[in-house]
């Protein structure tokens, strides 16, 4: 007479238990997506910090006249010219531009590269607030703008 409660998780003959799994995996990932999206909005920054900076430099670079990439520092003494093609120093350079051009600011202020005590270096724009990790794009990359310590 009296009926033994039916677990829940159990499935009763209505209803097959993979359905029932399923709908718990639904709830579990719609749970996590709520808590990254709550934690992206909220600003809160997940990266590690830097290292503490060592060396810092102020950077101007402008097109020559025959393609190549003219380097100046903040005294406007010319310190480097790189010629030929140079995939990567000009897409950093275009990718921080872009970002100066889309936020409507001009592109007077230099950049900053900075060498930090594990090693690391950032090419940052104080004008934007952007920042590419230089050592991302591997040694051989990051070496182009060592020279420019």
Same mark, same amino acid.
């Given at each position: %007479?009296?009926?033994?409660?039916?677990?829940?998780?159990?499935?009763?003959?209505?209803?097959?238990? &993979?359905? +029932? +799994?399923?709908?718990?995996?639904?709830? $579990?990932?719609?749970?996590?997506? +709520?808590?990254?999206?709550? &934690?992206?909005?909220?600003?809160? *920054? %997940?990266?590690?910090? !830097?290292?503490? &900076?060592?060396?810092?430099?102020?950077?101007?670079?402008? !097109? =020559?006249?025959?393609?190549?990439?003219? +380097?100046? !520092?903040?005294?406007? #003494?010319?310190?480097?010219?790189?010629?030929?093609?140079? =995939?990567?120093?000009? =897409?950093?350079?275009?990718?921080?531009?872009?970002?100066? #051009? #889309?936020?409507?600011?001009?592109?007077?202020?230099?950049?900053?590269?900075?060498?930090?005590? *594990?090693?690391? %270096?950032?090419?940052? *724009?104080?004008?934007? $607030?952007?920042? &590419?990790?230089?050592?991302?794009?591997?040694?051989?990359?990051?070496?182009?703008?060592?020279?420019?310590?």
């Amino acid at each position: %007479m009296n009926n033994p409660p039916t677990p829940i998780l159990q499935a009763n003959s209505n209803s097959p238990a &993979i359905p +029932v +799994v399923a709908r718990w995996i639904l709830v $579990g990932l719609a749970i996590l997506l +709520v808590g990254v999206s709550w &934690i992206k909005q909220s600003g809160v *920054d %997940m990266r590690e910090a !830097d290292a503490p &900076i060592v060396w810092k430099k102020a950077l101007h670079f402008e !097109d =020559g006249n025959h393609g190549e990439i003219l +380097v100046f !520092d903040a005294t406007q #003494k010319h310190i480097a010219t790189f010629e030929g093609e140079q =995939g990567f120093l000009r =897409g950093t350079l275009r990718a921080l531009a872009r970002e100066r #051009k #889309k936020r409507s600011i001009s592109g007077e202020a230099a950049f900053e590269l900075s060498g930090h005590a *594990d090693g690391q %270096m950032v090419l940052r *724009d104080p004008a934007t $607030g952007e920042a &590419i990790h230089l050592a991302s794009f591997g040694p051989s990359n990051a070496q182009i703008y060592r020279q420019l310590q």
